[in-house]
């Protein structure tokens, strides 16, 4: 249908580079990124898709840069007052327990399996190609401690920009992409998103988890189309 598609691996995911400071996790210096790439590759009015929490990164890019629409998967948002991080959010800033911790996931494949599969509904999704793509960069120097200052970051979000603020002067139109079976960031808080941004719409995907793409492709790129 015309399109094309460019695929980013948001630091420090994929084999993209290892970041020097952990403020590069930021959203906003993530979506700097990503503007950065769209101008070098004079991509005009893109069609922005952002999956989970990286629907964090989309939004804001979306915001920013000139771009035809907004498509967000299973977007994991703040929509509101921030919450409290936990014990979570305690855990994952002492490196000293945190990245040892992570060790054991990012040398495991039949846990690395069972973490990726707990995200879904269809349990017997084959996600074969999609471990591997996963596992091979955890070979990279530094990631470990590079995957645990990510979890810092996700767990006591530094950004002063609140998502709700960015979803309430959002310009262009949203589209959202929903499993109806998603224990990760239910469903249900599509309300909560259309509350803020009223425009928005929502294609929710029966029997289908947090990872929809994998889970049922078919299904997945109508919506997307």
Not at 138 to 156: I, R, S, T
Request: glycine share 4%; proline share 7%; no cysteine.
């Amino acid at each position: 249908q015309g399109y094309y598609v460019v695929a980013i691996d948001v630091p420090p995911f994929g084999w993209s580079s290892i970041p020097l400071s952990p403020q590069d996790y930021r959203k906003e210096t993530q979506a700097k990124k990503v503007i950065t790439l769209l101008e070098k590759l004079s991509i005009k009015n893109p069609i922005i898709v952002g999956h989970s929490y990286n629907s964090k990164v989309a939004l804001l890019v979306a915001s920013q840069y000139p771009a035809r629409e907004l498509v967000m998967i299973a977007p994991v948002l703040q929509y509101g007052e921030k919450e409290e991080a936990g014990i979570a959010g305690i855990l994952t800033s002492i490196s000293i327990i945190r990245d040892p911790f992570l060790s054991l996931f990012v040398n495991n494949t039949l846990l690395a399996k069972k973490v990726l599969l707990s995200f879904m509904y269809i349990q017997d999704t084959d996600i074969t190609d999609t471990l591997k793509m996963t596992v091979l960069p955890f070979n990279k120097p530094g990631v470990n401690h590079a995957y645990g200052e990510w979890f810092q970051e996700f767990f006591n979000e530094a950004s002063t920009v609140p998502d709700s603020d960015t979803l309430t002067n959002l310009k262009i139109p949203a589209h959202i992409i929903w499993g109806d079976h998603d224990t990760i960031s239910p469903i249900e808080n599509f309300t909560k998103l259309q509350a803020l941004s009223p425009k928005a719409t929502l294609s929710s995907l029966p029997n289908v988890g947090h990872m929809p793409h994998l889970e049922n492709t078919e299904l997945f790129n109508a919506a997307l189309q």
